[in-house]
């Protein structure tokens, strides 16, 4: 492996192979964010208000087209309210006109209100842009890593430093 | 090259492919289950009402209040992905003719209902005997279509109706919708259709006859 | 002593592709050497490929981190479009052109020389993965001739010692024995004594036992320690015979 370090090219193509696994990976994602015309295609649940169905950790997929149908009622969706960064995944349970002007209320299946609280100051009713995708499929778990990483960032400094000795000790 | 790191990460590898096929296996399997739900609605009382229909609305509004009676057999829905049945009723109309749209539609849930299967009872928003009860009513199995199996009599709205434009009496053509979504655990969720797919039918009837909202009745009662 | 010996058994096939590496960076030192000029465009297109294709995706992370998804998405359609196509590109070029290439170059004369491995035989192949055999296709196309090509198979065991340790005369030796065109630019390794028995001096306590001589190897590394390595060779070959 040290070897490699004193050719260029050799060390040029090595740092190339772990350089083309970030970029795959980032490009997929742009991908599937560009089939799905979503800005985030695939979100993690983050709140408990759409319990039993969603659970904290969750994955959910998205889908932002209406190519066969206008986003409904019934649907569950995942906004994002002016001014605020996290996105909101609930269902939306009413629909007042047709088009990119529609007037959309949501709420969560385990709140007892609708979430007119939560909207920004004077907004009532979403609009087909403040949405950012439906759901269309689920996995269970996986995106636990993602909360328990933001929520305890030492999990992040043991995790790097125990990724760190194994390559120190496993050199050879 | 072939240390403990390389077969952790063979391992980890192996293990979230075979997850991942797995999870598919069973997403695919909801396709073979046919799926033949039935459902009748019809509007037992309507009244109109002006005044808060939230304890936080900022103005006084009209409001109405359907009560309703349902029949719905989703027992077909219940597989062993079904995670929880959401079942909804929305009332639907046409725009006013004051209104300025022509073709617009309105629409609103004014009642849902989550069933759980068996095995996210432990899941749901339960009080301690509700959930005992609940658990006892399905005591060892784990899957229970007879919960697909509602029969409303007179039913109470969960949410009423209102209109941003606040008026909502002598509606016309109003209709009362059964709708559903399975949510699986894991894979595609699924709301009922318009057409048949394969071994899912569509939804037999579940709309209501078309009815109209009354005049604003003196007072909530 | 029992839990090492346990490991070397499965370090054999962990450590052929280090010996093969090994053997692989030695061979451009070795022919540079011999006034043979080396030809990077193999290497030099893939890394072109490579670093195009990640320069299209840090510009598509720049775009998007600064302005935002929906302002910037037919241009990051297009960027996804494109990364597939040169990565697609950077992918058949490493797997129907490089092919694994370990050198090319040309001798004084203008004759091309090409050393890769075969195309039948990858390094990950399994069947060949517990033998200690470096396998190379040596193709040298003299100027506006017909090329010729020259299989040989020779065992790791002929040039790495008993310590696991890269011994380059034997090395070249088997080369230029081997390779008319090497023998050529390099005279003096060429008359000397065929490679099997170079390394036979090179390496008296050689054993001729390849599989005993790698698991040695490999516990020699991983001991770190010669007697206990030998100690171990001791042991292993005493319970292989009874």
């Known amino acids: 492996m040290l070897s490699g370090l004193q050719n260029p090219r050799q060390a040029a193509a090595q740092l190339l192979n772990f350089a083309l696994i970030l970029s795959t990976a980032f490009m997929m994602w742009k991908g599937l964010s560009i089939v799905a015309d979503s800005p985030s295609p695939i979100v993690v649940v983050l709140s408990g208000s759409m319990e039993p169905a969603f659970q904290r950790g969750d994955l959910l997929f998205l889908w932002n087209r209406n190519l066969l149908a206008e986003t409904d009622v019934g649907e569950v969706v995942v906004y994002n309210v002016k001014g605020k960064d996290i996105p909101i995944v609930h269902r939306i349970v009413r629909k007042f006109g047709l088009g990119e002007h529609a007037k959309l209320l949501t709420k969560g299946d385990n709140n007892a209100a609708d979430d007119t609280e939560l909207y920004a100051r004077g907004q009532d009713y979403l609009e087909r842009k403040d949405i950012i995708g439906s759901v269309v499929g689920y996995i269970p778990f996986v995106g636990y890593v993602t909360i328990m990483l933001s929520e305890h960032p030492w999990l992040k400094t043991v995790m790097l430093g125990i990724m760190g000795l194994l390559v120190v000790l496993q050199r050879e | ?221 | 002593m029992a839990s090492q010996e346990r490991i070397t058994v499965h370090n054999l096939a962990g450590k052929l592709p280090n010996l093969k590496h090994t053997s692989d960076d030695a061979i451009p030192n070795y022919l540079n050497s011999l006034k043979f000029t080396q030809d990077h465009s193999l290497i030099d297109t893939r890394l072109a490929l490579g670093y195009g294709a990640f320069a299209i995706a840090a510009a598509c992370f720049l775009w998007d981190y600064k302005l935002g998804f929906e302002s910037t998405k037919w241009f990051t359609a297009a960027a996804v479009a494109l990364y597939s196509l040169v990565n697609g590109a950077l992918t058949l070029w490493i797997a129907y052109v490089e092919k694994g290439t370990v050198y090319q170059g040309k001798a004084a004369d203008g004759t091309k020389l090409t050393l890769g491995p075969p195309p039948q035989i990858s390094v990950s192949t399994s069947t060949k993965k517990n033998e200690p055999t470096y396998y190379v296709v040596v193709d040298v196309a003299p100027k506006g001739g017909p090329s010729t090509k020259l299989e040989f198979a020779r065992s790791f065991t002929e040039w790495f010692d008993v310590q696991g340790h890269f011994v380059a005369l034997p090395f070249q030796t088997m080369l230029a024995t081997t390779v008319p065109l090497i023998a050529k630019a390099d005279p003096k390794r060429a008359a000397a004594i065929p490679p099997p028995a170079a390394a036979a001096a090179a390496a008296a306590e050689f054993l001729n036992v390849d599989t005993h001589t790698l698991d040695a190897l490999a516990a020699a590394e991983t001991t770190g320690a010669e007697s206990t390595a030998a100690g171990s060779v001791g042991k292993k070959s005493k319970r292989r015979k009874a």
């Open chain 2, 1 to 221: 090259m072939y240390n403990s790191l390389t077969r952790i990460q063979n391992v980890f590898g192996f293990f979230t492919t075979v997850a991942f096929v797995v999870s598919a296996i069973i997403a695919a399997s909801d396709f073979t289950a046919p799926r033949t739900p039935s459902a009748s609605i019809k509007p037992t009382n309507v009244q109109v009402v002006k005044g808060r229909p939230h304890y936080y609305s900022s103005k006084k509004e009209e409001y109405a209040i359907i009560k309703f009676s349902l029949d719905a057999d989703m027992s077909s829905l219940f597989t062993w992905n079904t995670k929880q049945l959401f079942v909804y009723v929305t009332a639907e109309w046409p725009s006013t003719p004051s209104g300025d749209g022509t073709n617009q539609t309105n629409k609103a849930v004014i009642w849902d209902s989550i069933i759980t299967s068996p095995s996210s009872d432990h899941l749901a928003n339960l009080g301690p005997a509700t959930l005992k009860k609940l658990r006892k009513s399905a005591a060892g199995k784990s899957i229970d279509p007879s919960r697909g199996k509602l029969s409303l009599k007179n039913q109470r709205p969960k949410y009423q109706i209102t209109h941003p434009s606040g008026k909502v009496a002598n509606t016309e053509d109003v209709t009362l919708h059964v709708h559903y979504n399975v949510q699986p655990w894991v894979g595609m969720l699924t709301w009922n259709q318009d057409v048949d797919f394969a071994l899912w039918k569509r939804m037999a009837r579940g709309i209501s006859n078309a009815f109209a909202l009354p005049t604003v009745s003196a007072k909530k009662k």
